[in-house]
């Protein structure tokens, strides 16, 4: 059966089992010899290529500034496998793909690069080329402008060129403009696939087939029943060898500004009229337009939106670590942030009133990322004279990361002959299904192969939701003189992200 042009999704194939395939591809990769390359790319290619789902002509042309031949980046594709892919050894796909894989190098500026990849991608003569940005931000603008000059962004009606860009994907909302502008010079957006791992993974997606493929669940999904949204990114490593960036980056613009902004979306979009790319991405810009701004003048007086905290020494995991100011290549004064909290509110009907809490940190006590709906308490405690501990409100818990899954707590009887009343957890695991669960990348690499943007960011949601950032960071930087607030590494941030939540009558969950 036909894919259509594009290598789009074929509605003939809803309900079949028979999944769509990419039209031959090309793909080419700027960055071949850094870190995203050999963790995340190779091994995303290897899984596919062994789960069949690359198409029949598929080649990879390597981009780096790193001197290496064909031969050396085919034995790093290896050694990305063994390391980070658990192939101890080359077997039949790993050896039928690095038959496929060739190299260019040179600078990302000099225009004899783009010379020589035209002349590859001519000799390769695949009906789709996909350009993967692997590189730096500052780069981007170099690589876009020459591929652009050559031509190499216009199929010129003989296929397809998309492009896909790593975050960030600008540092506030002048430079995310800026670069929208930049990509649109030369491609349309819809040849342009932004690229966030977050909305690869599966219980994210999973998030859309819950909420609008169970008729149990939507009808509650609003202010009547919901009481409020917790959504948490914890990390117990520190900042790693990423100093360099992450002094200019933060915790804000890090994790909050793309991963908790799309999760937060899924949350409390509407339903969209049809799943397609664009019902689902314009029904998740309703939601960013719609929450307040979060440093409003006169808003929410002697409360918290917003709070911001920086790690000191401490434990994690039984090991004693250093304070991020100790940290390789930190500034000494740093006013980096390693946790934020904050309070959104969504001026929309369904969600008036509701708050949503946002965290995320590093050199916390477990690694998790999970999205908690606590639900309002009955109206009646009608066990209080029997039962008089207060009954624990509904939850409902979707796990991100690392375990997978969903989880339910409500309340039951407890065995006996007396009426005692215990909350109890129902969970789903992934496990279930009797299969691995895909990589991220494996995911989002195959839908830009596909030609469906539905898990990509558009223009317009980056835009919308660094104008909701901005005004932090220049807040931020208007007060740097001032001391940043620490936490202990191995704790659950500082004491005043409680006391922002103690002001609404809350508290964070337990993890």
């Known amino acids: 059966m036909p894919v259509p042009p594009g290598g789009g999704p074929n509605p003939l194939l809803d309900g079949l089992r028979i999944e769509a395939t990419p039209e031959p591809t090309t793909l080419v990769i ?12 190779l091994p995303a290619l290897y899984q596919l290529s062994r789960a069949e789902r690359l198409p029949a002509r598929f080649s990879v042309i ?49 225009p004899a690069l783009y010379a020589r990849l035209a002349a590859k991608l001519k000799d390769a003569a695949a009906e789709g080329v996909l350009f993967y940005l692997a590189i730096p931000p500052t780069v981007y603008a170099a690589v876009v402008e020459h591929l652009g000059a050559v031509g190499l962004t216009d199929a010129g009606g003989r296929g397809w060129r998309r492009v896909i860009v790593e975050k960030p994907f600008g540092t506030d909302l002048a430079s ?38 169970n008729g149990m669940f939507e009808p509650v999904w609003n202010r009547r029943y919901i009481d409020h949204v917790q ?8 900042v790693e060898r990423r100093a360099n960036y992450y002094e200019g980056a933060g915790a804000l613009r890090d994790m909050v500004q793309n991963h908790l902004m799309q999760v937060l979306a899924l949350v409390a979009m509407e339903p969209p009229i049809a799943f397609s790319a664009e019902n689902v991405r314009d029904r998740k810009l309703d939601v960013i337009l719609s929450i307040q701004p979060l440093l409003e003048e006169g808003k929410d007086e002697g409360k918290d939106t917003v709070v911001r905290a920086q790690y000191e020494a401490g434990w994690v995991n039984g090991a004693e670590v250093p304070g991020y100011r100790d940290e390789e290549d930190v500034a000494p004064a740093s006013t980096t942030e390693t946790y934020v909290a904050l309070r959104m509110q969504l001026d929309s009907w369904r969600w008036a009133g509701v708050p949503f809490y946002l ?28 039962s ?62 596909l030609g469906d943007p539905t898990l990509f960011a558009r223009h317009d949601f980056v835009e919308a939701s660094w104008a909701l950032i901005t005004p932090i960071h220049e807040a931020w930087a208007a007060e740097r003189a001032l001391a940043v607030p620490t936490y202990e590494a191995g704790e659950w941030g500082p004491a005043r992200a409680d006391a922002m939540m103690k002001a609404d009558g809350r508290r964070w969950r337990t993890l």
């Open 30 to 41: 700027f960055g071949a010899s850094g870190d995203l390359t050999r963790r995340k790319l």
């Open 62 to 110: 390597g981009v780096a500034r790193s001197p290496m031949t064909d031969d050396e980046f085919r034995q790093q594709f290896h050694d990305s496998l063994k390391e980070f892919a658990g192939v101890s050894a080359p077997n039949d796909v790993s050896t039928a793909l690095a038959r496929d894989l060739a190299y260019i190098q040179g600078d990302m500026d000099d």
């Open 176 to 213: 995310a403009r800026a670069l929208n502008q930049l990509l649109h010079k030369h491609l349309d957006e819809s040849q342009v696939f932004r690229i966030d791992h977050y909305l690869g993974k599966e219980t994210v997606q999973n998030l859309l087939v819950f909420r609008f493929a």
């Open 231 to 238: 959504i948490t990114a914890a990390e117990t490593v520190g």
């Open 359 to 386: 965290r995320t940190g590093k050199r916390l006590p477990k690694r998790t990322t999970e999205i908690a709906i606590q639900f309002r308490r009955p109206p009646l405690h009608i066990f209080k004279k029997i």
């Open 388 to 449: 008089p501990a207060s009954i624990a409100p509904n939850l409902l818990v979707v796990n991100v990361q690392p375990d997978e899954g969903i989880s339910v707590r409500f309340e039951a009887k407890v065995p006996g002959s007396r009426m005692q009343l215990a909350p109890v957890m129902m969970n789903f695991r992934y496990a279930a299904f009797g299969t691995a669960v895909p990589e991220a990348y494996e995911t989002l690499l195959l839908d830009a192969m």
